[in-house]
């Protein structure tokens, strides 16, 4: 049991998630009377090393099929020194979009669940520490859909590729 439990820390300690993921975000329901509202959410992301670049797209709260994000951010996160997860995702810069959005940081954990991998966690809609007994907005849950990025993070995505070559070069 120990040597799978080394096996599977190694193996996590090496996830790269890389790719885009989509699923959804789901509200606590404070605002709102205490009904929980869910939209749909799809992160773009670049891990490079430890460091990880993403584009965060938010749709609209019910969101149908056919809807397209409403607002959309870079953000950034760096995993962590002991372990890599959990960590957190904060909110950068707007980028598009027609309106804002209250989330700021995502704790973010990864699972490997039977043949999907995933993430999920609580987000918040300020700074909050790591270990935080603060009461979150919400939580997400997301499942990776593709290896690939859209051109948003092609500049990045070309500095992780030139990266590994250096590495393999070494």
Do not use: C
Request: charged residues 25%; aromatic residues 14%.
């Amino acid at each position: 049991i120990s040597l799978f439990l080394l096996f599977y820390s190694v193996m996590v300690a090496a996830q790269d998630i890389t790719g885009t993921w989509e699923g959804e975000l789901v509200n606590n329901g404070g605002a709102f009377d205490g009904l929980q509202r869910v939209a749909k959410m799809k992160w773009e992301l670049v891990q490079i090393k430890k460091e990880v670049f993403g584009v965060v797209y938010f749709y609209p709260q019910d969101t149908r099929p056919s809807d397209k994000p409403t607002v959309w951010y870079s953000w950034y996160g760096k995993l962590g020194k002991k372990a890599d997860f959990p960590f957190q995702f904060i909110q950068g810069k707007f980028i598009e979009g027609l309106g804002t959005t209250t989330v700021f940081q995502f704790i973010v954990r990864f699972e490997h669940k039977d043949v999907s991998d995933k993430l999920t966690g609580p987000y918040f809609n300020q700074l909050e520490a790591l270990h935080s007994r603060e009461r979150s907005a919400g939580f997400y849950k997301l499942e990776r859909s593709s290896a690939d990025v859209s051109d948003q993070l092609a500049m990045k995505m070309r500095e992780k590729r030139n990266i590994e070559k250096l590495e393999k070069q070494k």
